[in-house]
C-alpha cells in the first residue's frame, strides 16, 4: 500500500504522524461525532464512487449542532478534503471513510464550553469490503442491553461517547454466537441494529422504526425506502415495532453505509419466514448495490465520482 495520509489540524499529515493529545477532551468525554461514509472502486472508469458524500456531511453539520460542535469547514471544504484524500491515499479498492468532529481543547472538566472552545475536524481512510455477510443470512439476537435515549445521549447525532452502547451490544452479543444485535428502546420497542437500522418485510409490505424510537436516521435506511417505493412499487410503513414482530416476519433484514443490505435469517434462534434469504431482501440488496456502483442513472445525484490514477 502506498504511504497514508489523514487530515488534521487543518493538513495533510501521514497517517503515523496523525494523533492527538491524551488530554483532548474529546478523548477525556467521548466529545466528538462521527460519520462513515463508504467509496467503491470502480475498475472499468479508474475512479472511486462515494455514496452520498454530501449527505453524510449534513448530518455530520447536524450532529456537531446537537452537541455544539464548531465545524471549522463548510460542507463544501469537507467534501472536497475527503476526495482530495482518496487520491492521495490512492483508494483503489472499496474504502470506508471515517470523518471527526472533536473537542479539541487540552482541559479537565466535561462542560462544553462555548463560543470560546476549539474544535476540529478529523479525517482518515481504510479498506473495507464487507462489514457483515449480504449473501447467506445472519443470526441476531434481541440485546439485553437498551437503546439510549434522546434525553440522554441522542441516536440522532452520530456522538464517539455513544458508541459504547454499541460495543456492549455487539461484543456480547458476539460472545452469545450471534452475528450481530437488536437493540430495544426503554420502552422496548424495536429500536435499531448495533450500528444499523432494521427493516422487516410483512404481507408485502416493508416496516421500519420511526426516528422518534432513538435510532440514528440511517442514509442506507433513506435509499432503501426510496429505492423500494420508486424501483419495486413497495411502501415502507415507519411505526414502533414490537419484539415479536421480529419473530413472525416474512423476510428481515439490516441497512447501512458498512452493512450495506444484510439478510437476517434468523432471530433468537427462530428462523424467519422460510428461514432463506427472501425475495424482497434480495432484490433491495441488488439494487442498493448497483446503485453505489454507478449502475443505475436516475440515482447519479447520490454518486460523487473521483478519479484514482495509478501511480
Ligand atoms: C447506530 C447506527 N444506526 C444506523 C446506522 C446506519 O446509518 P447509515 O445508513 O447512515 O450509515 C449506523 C451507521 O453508522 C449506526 O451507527
Redesign the pocket.
Known amino acids: 500500500m502506498s504511504q497514508q495520509y489523514a487530515y488534521l489540524r487543518g493538513e495533510f499529515l501521514p497517517l503515523e504522524d496523525a494523533n492527538i493529545n491524551i488530554r483532548t477532551h474529546a478523548f477525556l468525554y467521548g466529545t466528538a461525532v462521527f ?2 461514509i463508504k467509496a467503491y472502486w470502480l475498475p472499468e472508469t479508474q475512479e472511486m464512487a462515494v455514496f452520498r458524500v454530501y449527505d ?1 456531511y449534513r ?1 455530520l453539520s447536524q450532529s456537531s449542532h446537537i452537541l455544539r460542535l464548531q465545524l471549522p469547514l463548510s460542507i463544501d471544504a469537507m467534501v472536497d478534503i475527503t476526495l482530495q484524500l482518496i487520491q492521495k491515499n490512492q483508494c483503489r479498492q472499496d474504502t470506508y471513510i471515517r470523518p471527526i468532529v472533536y473537542k479539541a481543547d487540552l482541559r479537565i472538566g466535561p462542560i462544553l464550553k462555548v463560543p470560546d472552545t476549539k474544535d476540529d475536524f478529523c479525517l482518515f481512510t481504510v479498506p473495507m469490503a464487507g462489514y457483515l455477510d449480504t449473501e447467506k443470512g445472519i443470526h441476531v439476537g434481541v440485546s439485553p442491553w437498551r437503546r439510549l435515549d434522546d434525553n440522554a445521549i441522542p ?1 440522532r447525532a ?1 456522538v464517539n461517547g455513544a ?1 459504547v452502547n ?1 460495543a456492549l451490544a455487539k461484543t456480547d452479543g458476539a460472545l452469545c454466537g450471534f452475528d450481530d444485535v437488536v437493540v430495544l428502546t426503554q420502552e422496548g420497542h424495536v429500536a ?6 432494521l427493516f422487516l418485510v410483512r404481507n408485502g409490505q416493508l416496516l421500519t422504526s420511526p426516528v422518534s424510537d432513538n ?9 432503501v425506502i426510496t429505492l423500494a417505493e420508486r424501483e419495486l412499487g413497495i411502501q415502507t410503513l415507519c411505526r414502533p415495532l414490537d419484539r415479536t414482530e421480529l419473530y413472525i416476519a416474512d423476510e428481515a433484514f439490516f ?5 450495506e443490505v444484510a439478510p437476517i435469517t434468523k432471530f433468537d434462534h427462530r428462523p424467519v419466514g422460510s428461514g432463506q434469504v427472501g425475495a424482497i431482501t434480495r432484490q433491495i440488496r441488488d439494487l442498493y448495490s448497483k446503485v453505489v456502483h454507478g449502475l443505475l442513472p436516475t440515482y447519479e445525484e447520490w454518486v460523487t465520482r473521483v478519479k484514482v490514477a495509478s501511480l
Open positions: 460519520e462513515g453524510h448530518r441516536a452520530k458508541y454499541t435499531e441494529g448495533s450500528a444499523m437500522n435510532i440514528l436516521e440511517g442514509i442506507t435506511r433513506h435509499s441497512v447501512g453505509t458498512a452493512t
